[in-house]
């Protein structure tokens, strides 16, 4: 199957994007859309003082620390975006499933019944057959 090219402008755009890495990270923490960037970049060009501060290469030691404060604020981002009611609506199942299996695991681990036992008996009982 062959791969689809993209229009000459989008190929073009990607490349400016990789020379200007602090765009990604714009996109990924929310605070740009593609779609926006790449209009800015049509209208200004690649050229436009505006994109200088989106251009900082960072050192290894950054790239590092950046990384890991990168996965804290998408934990952060994705726990934002969790449906706490629907959170506590599952947790409430799976509580209720486990205390059913505990339950069913109780079942098995009982001990059969004793019968009674009888203590001696009663001299003046009488049996009918």
């Known amino acids: 199957m062959e791969?689809?090219?993209?229009?000459?402008?989008?190929?073009?755009?990607?490349?400016?994007?990789?020379?200007?890495p602090l765009l990604i990270k714009e996109v990924r923490e929310g605070r740009k859309t593609w779609n926006h960037l790449?209009?800015?970049w049509v209208v200004l060009g690649s050229d436009a003082a505006e994109w200088s501060p989106y251009k900082k290469e960072s050192d290894p030691q950054e790239s590092t620390s950046g990384g890991q404060s990168d996965m804290i604020s998408g934990l952060f981002k994705s726990l934002n975006g969790i449906n706490m009611h629907d959170l506590q609506q599952n947790l409430s199942q799976f509580s209720g499933v486990m205390g059913n299996v505990q339950k069913l695991f109780q079942q098995f681990q009982r001990q059969p019944p004793q019968p009674p036992q009888r203590g001696p008996e009663d001299p003046f009982s009488f049996r009918w057959f």
Do not use: R
């Open 3 to 20: 791969k689809e090219s993209l229009h000459p402008s989008v190929e073009e755009f990607k490349k400016f994007v990789q020379s200007h």
């Open 38 to 40: 790449y209009q800015d």
